[in-house]
């Protein structure tokens, strides 16, 4: 099995699955557009055989009808949003079988970013959309700041080689708040280092894996001593729960 990234719009990525059945087939997760799929698809001789979508923002599916008039193909989704172009939606621990590709998923319901966020879990791998960044996490921009905690704790419960494709190329500047947190953390500012060669590179600083976001992501850090120095300083009083930690981190980090 193979996974490339298309890139799309400026910090989007597109992850194209590349199965382990037949070769020449390939599943896309979050196509936000067309085009760069399409490219991907003349360039690879692949046929798309699978849509996969995490939520309903446009930059995640703003391809998708395009797609499926060319190529008439399930689209998997969460049950709870995207009505408009989910064909098989998906809820909590449900599994997708990619027939075509010899794969499937286990489906992890992650509200916080969107309600009803979704991620792709197999042994190794997790597609997480916009709820988990390299360094960082998604905008709560509906549901709770306590929901969006737990559904990170669901990740961080995950196998520590477990390799995070998140959706967006956002490593650089999350890890400049990282260091805010965490103005001592050595493996920050290390991985700091590392992503900016990389992006000077013009290489992507992700899939990361959960290890690494363990040690950097000031968002699944409720229970560093530092991290929780940071809040205490940032809110006024110590938070009295990982949660109320994780609020505060993420409530900085909007104020900013
Ligand atoms: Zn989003
Ligand atoms: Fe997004």
């Known amino acids: 099995m193979r996974i490339e990234a298309i890139p799309a719009f400026e910090d989007n990525y597109i992850w194209a699955i590349r199965g382990m059945g037949p070769i020449g087939r390939v599943a896309v997760v979050d196509p ?14 692949d046929q798309l055989v699978a849509i996969l979508v995490t939520h309903r923002h446009a930059d995640h599916t703003g391809g998708i009808a395009e797609l499926v008039a060319r190529h008439p193909v399930p689209v ?8 408009d172009v989910v064909t098989h939606p998906l809820r909590d621990g449900e599994r997708v079988t990619l027939a075509a590709l010899g794969l499937d998923f286990e489906v992890l319901h992650l509200p916080g970013h969107t309600l009803g966020h979704i991620a792709y879990y197999r042994p190794g791998m997790l597609f ?9 996490c998604g905008r709560v921009f509906e549901g709770t700041l306590e929901e969006m905690h737990a559904s990170l704790a669901r990740i961080a419960a995950l196998p520590r080689d477990t390799k995070l494709y998140c959706a967006h190329e956002y490593t650089q500047s999350c890890l400049r708040f990282a260091q805010q947190v965490e103005p001592c ?12 060669r990389l992006r000077a590179a013009g290489l992507p600083s992700v899939p990361s894996t959960l290890a690494e976001e363990l040690d950097t992501n000031p968002f699944l850090r409720w229970q560093a001593p530092a991290v929780i120095e940071a ?26």
């Open 32 to 45: 936000g557009e067309a085009a760069p799929v399409e490219r991907f698809l003349a360039r690879t001789q």
């Open 76 to 83: 998997y989704g969460p049950a709870l949003e995207a009505a």
């Open 128 to 136: 997480c959309g916009d709820v988990l960044f390299g360094a960082g």
């Open 185 to 196: 953390n050595a493996l920050i500012a290390a991985r700091s280092e590392q992503v900016s």
């Open 231 to 256: 809040a205490t300083a940032w809110l006024g009083h110590a938070p009295a729960s990982d949660a109320e930690t994780f609020a505060a981190i993420r409530r900085w980090r909007d104020s900013l």
